[in-house]
């Protein structure tokens, strides 16, 4: 169902997307969409499955994804018991080849997404898992305001797009 909601996104274009800025967005979004599952099945809290939810307002795309799994520090600190807390796990997942999935060589897929926001200055990105919480790209203040103040049970990522 993920799969075919990432499919969807081709619409975009019609709202102010440009073509050449779609295979990124289904790029970045799908990279953080498979995680929610890729990390969490077995070990969902309550409710199973990834929120994914993409709108387009005042000359912005904004993509929501987000789970109620186990979060990123309980997934990395299985790969790297030295990770303190939360904050240094959410950092470490953006920035360190680290994978929840250890032995199995992976672990960029993050860094993937962190690229292709820093890639152009019309691209954000604020990731929040527990109590951690990063930012990336000049648009990230703007989805840091957004997470600022909720509390997360598992991993919730805001991507943002200027479509001007």
């Known amino acids: 169902m ?3 909601r990432l ?3 081709g619409a975009l274009t019609a709202q102010g997307l440009p073509e050449s800025e779609l295979p990124l967005v289904i790029a970045a979004a799908g990279e953080i969409g498979n995680n929610c599952f890729d990390h969490n099945l077995g070990n969902w809290r309550d409710v199973p499955g990834c929120w994914f939810e993409a709108q ?3 000359g912005r795309l904004w993509l929501c994804l987000a789970d109620r799994g186990q979060g990123i520090f309980r997934t990395l600190r299985r790969a790297d018991p ?3 807390d939360e904050q240094a796990a ?3 997942a953006f920035e360190r080849t680290l994978s929840g999935r250890a032995p199995e060589n992976r672990g960029n897929g993050l860094k993937f997404v ?3 926001v820093l890639g152009s200055e019309k ?4 990731c929040r898992s527990g109590g951690g919480l990063v930012e990336y790209g000049r648009l990230g203040p703007a989805c840091r305001k957004e997470l600022a103040g909720l509390e997360a049970r598992g991993t919730i990522t805001l991507l943002l797009w200027s479509l001007e």
Not at 123 to 126: D, N, T, V
């Open 82 to 84: 030295t990770i303190p």
């Open 56 to 58: 387009t307002t005042g």
């Open 90 to 92: 959410v950092e470490a």
């Open 7 to 9: 499919t969807r996104l």
């Open 2 to 4: 993920f799969a075919a």
């Open 114 to 116: 962190r690229n292709i």
């Open 123 to 126: 691209r954000g990105l604020a």
